[in-house]
């Protein structure tokens, strides 16, 4: 059961252009969502996250949208650069009611490429 | 900054060998993790610990076992690696009542032949 789907698995944009990744989810549980990016051969590395208390949240050229009504986010790059070419992974998480660990659910991860 | 590092970048071993990845962090973290990553399926999470001694199975635990001895280290143990048990493994950590962000290490490409 994928409670995280990334839908496109691959996406190209032209340098300059908005990217828009999007993640659909369904567990109505989670309340805290991520996004990662992963270079070839590097672990994924912590982007941009949302609480689901909001519904935006921007950090420079990087913007998460959420959606909790169509249980979707989208994360949008303006503008693209050759750099941001990665792996684009969306988690999400709901807290455990007895506390302590919250497990974190990752999607399939969707590829840009920003071709110059 | 935060440091996960893993024991190998890449590794060979046969069908039947028993297998160690390790993995260590330098923040002092309570969370560890062991993800496996395959084309088409992201990153599945294969065991957490979330103290010294303490481990929680994951999605997919069958055919890995763990062993925290030590906070800063989280070791994955394939007892008899299989074909199927080729792919990425990942480490992270996480401290306790953070914001779910893990801090992952490199990565360890482990094929079995």
């Known amino acids: 059961d994928q409670q995280v789907k990334q839908n496109s698995p691959s996406l190209s944009v032209q340098e300059g252009r908005i990217s828009i990744l999007n993640c659909d989810y369904t567990?109505?549980?989670?309340?805290?969502f991520l996004w990662y990016k992963k270079y070839p051969a590097e672990g994924p590395t912590f982007l941009i996250s949302?609480?689901?208390?909001?519904d935006k949240n921007e950090d420079g050229r990087f913007t998460v949208f959420l959606n909790k009504s169509a249980k979707h986010l989208s994360l949008h790059i303006v503008p693209s650069q050759p750099g941001d070419s990665a792996v684009y992974f969306c988690a999400a998480s709901a807290r455990r009611t007895s506390g302590g660990y919250q497990k974190v659910t990752f999607g399939t991860g969707t590829k840009l490429q920003v071709i110059p | 900054d935060v440091k996960v590092t893993q024991s190998s970048r890449y590794l060979v071993k046969r069908t039947g060998e028993k297998v160690f990845l390790e993995c260590v962090q330098d923040m002092d973290h309570e969370n560890m993790f062991w993800y496996r990553q395959d084309p088409g399926l992201g990153l599945r999470l294969i065991y957490f610990?979330?103290?010294?001694?303490?481990?929680e199975k994951g999605d997919i635990p069958e055919g890995y076992s763990v062993s925290r001895e030590k906070k800063e280290r989280f070791s994955l143990i394939l007892e008899s690696a299989s074909t199927n048990q080729t792919s990425m493994y990942l480490c992270?950590?996480?401290?306790?009542?953070?914001?779910?962000?893990?801090?992952f290490g490199p990565g360890t490409r482990l094929t079995v032949t």
């Open positions: 567990n109505s549980m989670f309340d805290y």
């Open positions: 949302i609480s689901s208390i909001k």
């Open positions: 992270a950590s996480s401290f306790v009542g953070g914001t779910y962000e893990q801090y």
């Open positions: 610990s979330y103290d010294v001694k303490m481990k």
